[in-house]
């Protein structure tokens, strides 16, 4: 797969940078943002965060808003930062902010016409690491994170894959889609009529199931001001999964804090000091 590089800015030392690729799985040209910190420059192969975003946003939030390149720099992490969905002309879409372009949801479409272009997490989890393997100085130790949505598609990718990452953390995830209007609504279109399909894709549920071999690091950032957190978020599922399975989940809950990337960058900083423990483990 060829990389065009789009974009390249030095940052505490190391590099950002944002390549177009053209994906086999989603059938459509892509777009991620990689940063690498200054050890990478060495030869060294440097451990990799994946980091997956929400709703609305692109490969440029996160790298431009959280403020994680300091810290990556420090620790000797390389980011990771995918789109949020496929993109193009002919990609399916639909008028609402929550649904197709810019609201893959981190799953693969078994439904007509979004299982054409829709297959966010075999991209995320397989071809994507694969492509960043084969082009840059990452070494085998993966963790993955995100937000909101992205925090659902970071959860699902850690419980489904676990022999690919060592450690997992979200900030506001999405942690019950299955009982959410946002996740009812993607995964009605996504995946269908049948609820039993939606099981598959809901973070609570499959750590509920996890067994010991499936138990990741898990850190869990939420704020007790996010507008969403009742209804969209319900974190109170992921608790009770975590006790059902005995998963190691670290929930912090932080007065005063929101939704936005204000709160994404006041707690960037221990998200990824908590990986580099495991990273570097």
């Known amino acids: 797969m060829n990389l065009e590089m789009i974009a390249s800015n030095k940052s ?18 892509m777009r991620f943002a990689v940063y690498l910190p200054p050890q990478a420059a060495s030869g060294q192969p440097v451990p990799v965060l994946y980091w997956l975003s929400g709703l609305t946003c692109s490969d440029e939030n996160f790298m431009q808003k959280a403020g994680a390149q300091r810290v990556a720099a420090e620790l000797g992490i390389a980011i990771v930062a995918p789109d949020t969905s496929p993109r193009g002309e002919d990609v399916a879409d639909d008028t609402g902010y929550d649904l197709g372009q810019g609201a893959g949801f981190y799953l693969n479409a078994s439904e007509a016409p979004w299982m054409r272009h829709y297959r966010m997490y075999d991209y995320v989890s397989q071809e994507l690491p694969a492509l960043v393997a084969a082009h840059f100085p990452v070494s085998d130790r993966r963790a993955i994170a995100g937000h909101s949505m992205g925090g659902h598609g970071a959860l699902v990718c850690a419980l489904k894959r676990p022999q690919d ?14 009982n959410a209007p946002w996740g009812q609504k993607a995964f009605s279109a996504y995946l269908g009529a049948d609820r ?32 969403f957190l009742a209804e969209q978020l319900q974190p109170e599922a992921l608790e009770r999964a975590a006790a ?5 989940l ?20 221990a998200q990824l000091r908590f990986h580099a423990g495991y990273l570097f483990a």
């Open 244 to 248: 059902a399975s005995g998963y190691p």
């Open 250 to 269: 670290q929930l912090h809950r932080h007065d005063g804090y929101d939704h936005s990337y204000y709160f994404i960058a006041s707690f960037i900083e």
């Open 12 to 29: 505490f030392g190391g590099w950002h940078k944002q390549y177009h690729h053209d994906s086999a799985v989603l059938g459509c040209r």
């Open 196 to 227: 039993a399909a939606w099981q598959a894709w809901d973070a609570s549920v499959l750590m509920a199931a996890a067994g010991a071999d499936a138990r990741l690091p898990c850190r869990v950032d939420i704020g007790l001001a996010d507008g």
């Open 165 to 178: 990452y060592v450690s997992v953390s979200a900030f506001s995830p999405i942690a019950n889609p299955v």
